[in-house]
């Protein structure tokens, strides 16, 4: 089993600060997406990274792949309300010829007008 | 593009009975597709991978007698919830994998809420 520790598991804020949310393993991943997910839907995919060390930009959201694939970041700037949400990252690695996710535990973040 | 049905959004059931959710990719395919079970504000819980054309493959403790899976076409995949309990209600989401993309990413349903009386 491959694990995927994320950090922090909650985060509750104020309008305009920034966040960072962590995502780390001891395993290499083929691949890694960061998601959202609003409560009562499924999650909506963000970013995939592929490549140890990618930066990819959403607007105010930056993610990050570790050197070493085995890690990933995702930091927001000036949070907004309807950044509100459970954030989850997932890593995907190879297993017998099948490329399995596994998901961290979830962010949950909350943030206050 | 990548969008992923789930039929039904919700569904009540007795307890005994047996309820079918169904998932559609409706427009890339998927040779593969995943479902999972999401307790409340909590990450997803992974149940079984499904390969069209294939059997599917249970995680450790998940009951493939209980949670039957059929994946008969690249565009759907449905799980059958037999014999449910109340201890089976939960939030049940598939996510199917688009064959064309590289970076092995899912694209979720919008889940499914199931209550067992």
């Known amino acids: 089993t491959q694990l995927l520790e994320q950090s922090p598991q909650f985060l509750s804020i104020q309008e305009g600060e920034n966040l960072t949310v962590y995502c780390n393993s001891s395993?290499?991943?083929?691949?890694l997406q960061w998601y959202r997910q609003e409560p009562g839907e499924g999650p909506v995919l963000l970013v995939t990274v592929v490549t140890g060390g990618e930066v990819k930009k959403l607007k105010r959201l930056t993610f990050q792949f570790g050197d070493a694939r085995k890690d990933s970041s995702l930091h927001i700037t000036a949070a907004q309300p309807g950044d509100t949400g459970l954030y989850l990252c997932?890593?995907?690695?190879?297993?017998?010829?099948?490329?399995?996710?596994?998901f961290g535990r979830g962010t949950s973040l909350i943030v206050h007008p | 593009g990548a969008v992923v049905s789930q039929h039904p959004s919700w569904v009540i059931c007795k307890s005994g009975t047996s309820v079918k959710i169904e998932c559609r990719s409706l427009d890339f395919q998927a040779t593969t597709m995943f479902w999972y079970r999401q307790f409340p504000k909590q990450s997803l819980m992974l149940m079984a991978t499904s390969n069209e054309g294939s059997k599917a493959t249970y995680e450790q403790g998940v009951e493939k007698d209980k949670f039957l899976i059929n994946h008969a076409s690249l565009t759907l995949s449905t799980l059958t919830v037999t014999s449910a309990h109340p201890e089976d209600s939960s939030f049940y989401i598939c996510?199917?994998?688009?064959?064309?993309?590289?970076?092995?990413?899912?694209?979720f349903g919008p889940g499914t809420r199931l209550t067992v009386t």
């Open positions: 997932a890593g995907v690695h190879a297993s017998g010829g099948s490329y399995i996710p596994t």
């Open positions: 395993s290499v991943f083929s691949s």
């Open positions: 996510s199917a994998r688009d064959i064309t993309r590289v970076g092995y990413e899912q694209y």
